[in-house]
């Protein structure tokens, strides 16, 4: 009988995770270890055990968003970090490398974005990491100040770790959340290589969750050190590397 209980209580436990959309992670995938041996002393590096599953539909993106990018100017955009370019071509915008500068941000005049849903295409015209900030402040650093928070991660388009929508501290410990698991298969392939990608952000108080073309990607809990911040385009310093973003909007949530 108290076996049973067990069972029973198991299953309804198991229930109700997939129905709030917490199902508990697994096992680091073999083709990941060498990612997840070099990663997994980062400060904020999760157990693969302890990791949550993003199990939800990706939001619908139509009523309530407003539009953070005019398609004219960079009018409530500012660059912050390094030096890299950042321009509007085509009613698009683009981000540049400039080699032999930090990694740059164009971040959201605004600041207390708290609860929402973040939306927009990306595609790379040249390969480079990329990425998009949010809930993102700024901090004293040794050439002025320095975006840190964290970071829906843009991979690249040769890589071959595949963690697009997994979520990086930039500036505060690595990643919060890898997509390394065995899992996350579908989540590795989501991304396409060629052409637009679509990437969702959504948090609502301290629980984010990521898609990549519709796809669920990453479910981070935060521990409350980012309850608000800013949007920040990242690209990321090296030699090369142009990112083009369309359609970049927010859906802010009560």
């Known amino acids: 009988m108290k076996q049973n209980s067990l069972i029973i209580v198991f299953t309804l436990i198991t229930s109700v995770q997939f129905t709030l959309g917490f199902a508990s992670a697994g096992n680091v995938d073999p083709a990941q270890a060498a990612w997840h041996e070099k990663y997994k002393s980062q400060d904020n590096a999760p157990k693969a055990a302890e990791m949550l599953l993003n199990t939800d539909k990706e939001p619908e993106l139509t009523d309530g968003f407003e539009s953070l990018f005019n398609g004219k100017d960079l009018q409530g955009w500012t660059p912050k970090g390094g030096e890299c370019k950042f321009e509007v071509k085509n009613g698009m915008l683009v981000g540049t490398c400039v080699p032999g500068t930090d990694s740059t941000y164009l971040c959201t005049d605004k600041s207390d974005f708290k609860n929402f849903v973040f939306t927009c295409e990306m595609r790379w015209e040249v390969d480079g ?50 997509v390394w698991l065995e899992e996350h298969a579908a989540a590795r392939a989501a991304l396409d290589r060629k052409g637009w990608n679509r990437l969702t952000i959504s948090a609502q108080g301290n629980v984010v969750k990521t898609w990549i073309n519709g796809v669920p990607v990453a479910h981070w809990v935060d521990t409350g050190q980012y309850p608000e911040g800013f949007f920040g385009l990242q690209i990321h310093k090296g030699n090369k590397g142009q990112v083009v973003w369309k359609d970049i909007r927010v859906k802010e949530l009560p």
Do not use: H, L
């Open 129 to 178: 990491n990329s990425g998009v900030m949010f809930r993102a402040r700024t901090k004293p650093g040794k050439k002025g100040a320095t975006v840190y928070g964290p970071q829906a991660e843009m991979e690249g388009i040769t890589g071959d770790r595949f963690w697009s929508g997994g979520i990086y501290g930039q500036s505060c410990g690595g990643y919060f959340y890898p």
